[in-house]
């Protein structure tokens, strides 16, 4: 990570962006204490609520304040590594994560992280094929047989339940 | 005395005592290590087991597997930035930053020193103090409470220095989440915007587990490489227990933290390890190098959090008001084995109770050494490729979501909190800061309402009593200290230089 000094920082940004969303949520909340009947249902839900805007506003000031000065160094995010080095987009990973939690539903926990082995795989470039089949396989039927069989907890089995000995 | 002590360590140390001690151990290792899995889950589904046991062997067996649990949670904590239990989701903030660094022996080394000696002197405090501290605890009284959760809420400052208004925000966040969910004192509905999963509330586990493990997820595949940046391991273990020895006062001041947040019924180790960390980072002089690697970070929480295991169990045995979870799942133990928490507890039931007491002593050696031995094998997770790390972490985060009430929704809060993580993660919002709102949100609220109940809505009894008063004191003066300018800088330079 290399640190450098930034030209007068942008009022917009994801961390505005983000912050700003965090206020409006709060708003949200506060008006969504006004359908409560009972004054102890809604008294410190209110409070806080109304504590979370004034915050989020003032959060938001600051860094109108501070990016109008152009005052603030900041770290940057940037990564001096050759491109071959990085990783994969958040934005498919994000995607990729929901496929996965869906289909786990449905095709079965089993068989779905074996699929999602092999695709993490291939995407973050890992090529030893030995590797990348032992732990597709071992890895879904140890955690597999460790929590159902054992812990007792409810795996969706999916199109496998049929087939699974255990 | 001497004689019950004896006939209990004779019974400890016989095969088959050693058997069900290892045995619990091992198992609650396991579950420790298990994101998603507590020693409130492992305690509770091994219970039914322990009924054909006699009942010392049975405890000894329970006993041993808590201990170890709570321990566990810190090795996947401390490698992979997941906390195993939310008793160690502090011990990721400095523990996992090691790791990066390639020092995951150092921190293992740290973690499984100070959870040993603070499991000690838990479990000391329990055989000495138990009916003396169960006494100083009953002395709480509501309104107490609330001062003692506000008090915990204004450590939001501590956590956040230097960027206190984002903590705050972040902090109320989490208290307004916890307040999801139906009303237990009115039944009225919160924010539940006639969705049905939302009347139960948002579980805490899945959100834990979408702001650390899964977050790190995406943090990872994002980076590529794996989770050692120089892509090897330095430094042993043992370098990691002569830390912990040189710095004894904080081993010492955390462990005695840890018995008085323990005995108070309600807190547990969720709080306390919040708690031993941020007022560590309080009184440090280089408040900034935490959350960047420093030792401390570690040493504080783990030794604060073994020390309540052992401490929440003594209102429990003493006074027969759990002190926690797992706690109250003990007191139902011994009820099945025909014993009476109090007095008698300790009087007519000697050999058992001291061979549970003897036990959790000897279950702090047991996990160490499986620490100790297992440390530079566990380290190795650290140069796993994040190909095999990222889908394995996935696995995990479906299995931790769902593993509590078997509901995809809460998977679908896993994936949520997962997300948001992250961002926050990219932008360096203090996550802390939200997990202590949500923590402490419940307790809060409880206690708030449970006072003006009492008070018929007068708001004097928040400052009535010694307790409250010097509670809200320290509040005030912990939330000024937070919005004053950070005047130290951005740590010192020795300590970048023997940190970085």
């Not at chain 1, 940037?78 to 869906?102: A, K, N």
């Not at chain 2, 045995?317 to 926690?324: E, H, K, V």
């Not at chain 2, 007519?348 to 094998?377: M, R, V």
């Not at chain 2, 709102?437 to 109940?453: A, H, M």
């Amino acid at each position: 990570m290399k640190i450098e000094r930034q030209s007068p920082k942008r009022f917009i940004d994801t961390d505005t962006i983000f912050s700003a969303i965090i206020t409006a949520f709060f708003l949200v909340l506060f008006c969504a204490t006004f359908s409560m009947q009972e004054v102890s249902t809604y008294l410190l839900p209110r409070v806080l609520a109304a504590t979370g805007i004034i915050i989020g506003v003032a959060v938001l000031l600051v860094k109108f304040v501070r990016s109008h000065r152009s005052m603030q160094d900041s770290d940057t995010k940037g990564d001096d590594r050759p491109s071959e080095d990085r990783g994969l987009s958040v934005f498919y990973t994000v995607l990729l994560t929901v496929i996965y939690f869906v289909l786990a539903k449905y095709l079965g926990f089993m068989l779905t992280t074996f699929i999602a082995i092999i695709v993490f795989s291939f995407l973050l470039r890992l090529r030893n094929k030995v590797v990348i089949v032992s732990v597709a396989v071992i890895l879904p039927v140890v955690l597999h047989s460790l929590f159902v069989t054992l812990l007792k907890v409810n795996l969706p089995e999916g199109i496998l339940s049929s087939v699974l000995p255990f | 005395m001497l004689e019950t002590l004896l006939s209990a360590l004779s019974m400890v140390l016989s095969m088959k005592g050693l058997f069900h001690l290892v045995l619990g151990g091992v198992i609650g290792l396991t579950i420790g290590v298990l994101p998603g899995l507590g020693p409130v889950f492992g305690v509770a589904l091994f219970l039914p087991f322990t009924f054909w046991m006699p009942a010392e062997y049975g405890l000894l067996f329970l006993g041993s597997l808590y201990v170890c649990c709570v321990y566990g949670g810190s090795i996947t904590a401390v490698l992979l930035g997941i906390p195993g239990t939310p008793g160690s989701i502090t011990t990721v903030f400095d523990g996992y930053e090691l790791s990066k660094r390639g020092k995951a022996g150092v921190a293992l080394g740290l973690s499984v020193t100070s959870s040993m000696i603070g499991g000690i002197i838990g479990v000391v405090a329990l055989a000495l103090f138990a009916p003396l501290l169960a006494e100083f605890a009953l002395k709480f009284a509501p309104a107490d409470y609330c001062a003692l959760a506000f008090f915990g809420l204004s450590m939001v400052a501590v956590a956040a220095r230097g960027d206190t208004l984002r903590g705050l925000m972040l902090g109320v966040l989490g208290v307004l989440i916890s307040t999801i969910g139906v009303d237990l004192f009115t039944g009225g509905y919160r924010f539940t915007f006639g969705i049905e999963y939302l009347e139960g509330g948002i579980p805490f586990i899945p959100v834990a587990i979408g702001l650390f493990a899964l977050s790190q997820a995406f943090v990872l595949a994002e980076e590529g490489g794996q989770i050692s940046k120089p892509g090897k391991v330095t430094g042993g273990v043992r370098e990691g227990i002569v830390q912990v020895f040189r710095h004894w006062i904080t081993v010492l001041k955390n462990a005695i933290l840890g018995c008085i947040l323990g005995v108070i019924p309600g807190v547990g180790i969720n709080i306390t390890n919040f708690m031993a960390y941020l007022f560590e980072k309080r009184s440090s002089r280089h408040p900034d190098s935490f959350g960047r690697g420093n030792p401390l970070g570690v040493i504080a929480p783990e030794t604060a959090n073994n020390a309540c295991v052992s401490a929440e169990l003594i209102p429990a045995f003493a006074l027969g008001i759990p002190g926690g979870a797992t706690a109250a799942i003990f007191l139902a133990a011994i009820n099945i084995y025909g014993l009476r928490p109090g007095y008698a507890f300790f009087a007519d039931a000697g050999p058992i109770a001291y061979t549970l007491i003897i036990g959790l002593f000897f279950a702090q050696f047991l996990f160490f050494i499986i620490g100790i031995f297992g440390a530079n094998y566990f380290a190795k997770v650290t140069l796993v490729p994040a190909a095999i790390l990222v889908p394995a972490i996935l696995a995990l985060s479906f299995i931790g979501g769902i593993a509590d009430r078997s509901l995809f929704l809460d998977v679908i809060v896993v994936l949520i909190f997962g997300v948001f993580g992250y961002i926050c993660h990219k932008n360096n919002y203090p996550i802390a800061c939200l997990i202590l709102g949500l923590i402490l949100g419940p307790l809060v609220e409880d206690n708030f309402t449970r006072s003006l109940q009492m008070s018929h809505g007068s708001f004097s009894i928040f400052i009535e009593s010694p307790i409250s008063i010097s509670l809200w004191i320290i509040t005030i003066g912990a939330l000024i200290w937070g919005l004053l300018p950070d005047r130290k800088g951005f740590g010192s330079p020795e300590e970048q230089k023997e940190h970085d």
